[in-house]
């Protein structure tokens, strides 16, 4: 067996990376190939691994810290993957609020593990109307300019930027982003797609194809970094969710969200990326919800196709606001939103919290 791929798929919270890395995920599969899949977060309970597992993938999760700071826990994640499943290409994906990770994972990954590993180009997606408006190109709400520079740090160590979600934008503002974003940040490749559509996907892999290849590491100010990631409060709900009865789970998930939606945007707090799964405790069905901005409006990716007894809710919330206050608001939606439809619900789980500060186990400022 020869080099497995690497290829890590950044950009910031609710660019749609998840739904990304399954259509690579699935065309890899297409081709004969043995994928595994490591997600990466902040803390335990993640939407993104029940999404990921429910395609039948291998996935290993790795919580408490970004890969560049539980580096030693990615290559455990790979070695555990390679023992089980083999696999000709790994998909990770980072904490969506991490940049500078080609110096801290790329890098090391190639240093150390060069004779396992090929690594691929860096991709970084982007949601069309985020970066619009963080880089002028349209008014709208955005975060405080901590936050926006991790952002524009994610793409200046892009060696792929990758537009996605570009089925929401006529072909005019497809062209205005894509012109800024080669001005900006004239170091990357630009493609287009739509994950959602499964469009674009087949470009984008031939642009990762290859090695990745090697450049200074950007300079990045980690005091504004960690202040930036500092302001972002990130909470995640597990609950059972039970009724007497078989009920409509898309439609108490929908309910949920659009409660949720409404008392964040009351309270005028900016929503990084808010979304919702539900999965019956027997089978494989599965019910997913996202939200990636305040005055966006919520999109379905899975649906369930029969109502259900009971199930296991996942909340998982990014907003630019108090924890504490995002934990308190998510858990007495959930219970009024539940006992509304005549549903019995319980919280198994549930954190609130800032991220500390980065410290990445490796940083190589050359490749």
Not at 24 to 35: A, I, M, N, P, S
Not at 54 to 62: G, K, L, S, Y
Not at 252 to 281: D, I, W
Request: include cysteine.
């Amino acid at each position: 067996m020869g080099k497995a791929r690497y290829i890590m798929v950044g950009g910031f919270l609710g660019a749609g990376k998840t739904t990304a890395l399954l259509r690579l995920g699935e065309r890899f599969r297409e081709q004969g190939l043995r994928v595994g899949l490591i997600t990466n977060d902040q803390s335990v309970g993640l939407v993104d691994t029940t999404m990921l597992a429910n395609h039948d993938f291998p996935v290993e999760e790795i919580t408490g810290g970004c890969f560049c700071c539980r580096f030693n826990s990615l290559t455990d994640a790979a070695e555990k993957l390679s023992e089980q499943e083999r696999p000709n290409v790994f998909l990770a994906e980072p904490v969506g609020s991490c940049t500078d990770l080609v110096a801290t994972v790329a890098y090391p990954l190639r240093r150390m593990y060069g004779e396992q590993f090929s690594i691929a180009p860096f991709s970084v997606l982007v949601d069309p109307v985020r970066a619009e408006r963080i880089l002028g190109l349209a008014s709208g709400k955005s975060f405080s300019p901590k936050v926006v520079y991790i952002y524009r740090k994610q793409l200046e160590e892009a060696d792929v930027i990758v537009i996605n979600k570009v089925d929401t934008l006529d072909e005019e503002r497809v062209r205005r982003l894509t012109a800024a974003l080669h001005s900006e940040f004239p170091q990357a490749k630009i493609v287009c797609t739509s994950a959602k559509q499964g469009t674009g996907i087949d470009e984008w892999a031939g642009l990762i194809e290859g090695e990745q290849g090697t450049r200074p590491a950007m300079e990045v100010d980690y005091d504004t970094y960690a202040d930036g990631e500092a302001l972002l409060g990130w909470v995640n709900v597990t609950a059972s969710v039970n009724s007497p009865g078989l009920f409509d789970g898309n439609g108490f998930v929908a309910r949920l969200m659009a409660a949720l939606h409404a008392e964040l945007q009351a309270s005028g707090f900016e929503v990084a990326h808010l979304k919702a799964t539900l999965s019956p405790y027997e089978g494989n069905d599965l019910a997913v919800i996202n939200l990636t901005r305040t005055d966006g409006k919520s999109e379905a990716s899975h649906e369930l196709q029969d109502d259900i007894e009971s199930g296991e809710l996942i909340i998982n919330l990014r907003a630019e606001a108090d924890p504490t206050i995002l934990r308190a608001t998510t858990e007495r939606v959930l219970e009024a939103t539940a006992k509304s439809l005549g549903l019995e619900s319980d919280v198994e789980h549930a954190e609130a919290f800032r991220p500390g500060r980065p410290v990445p186990t490796h940083r190589d400022t050359n490749g």
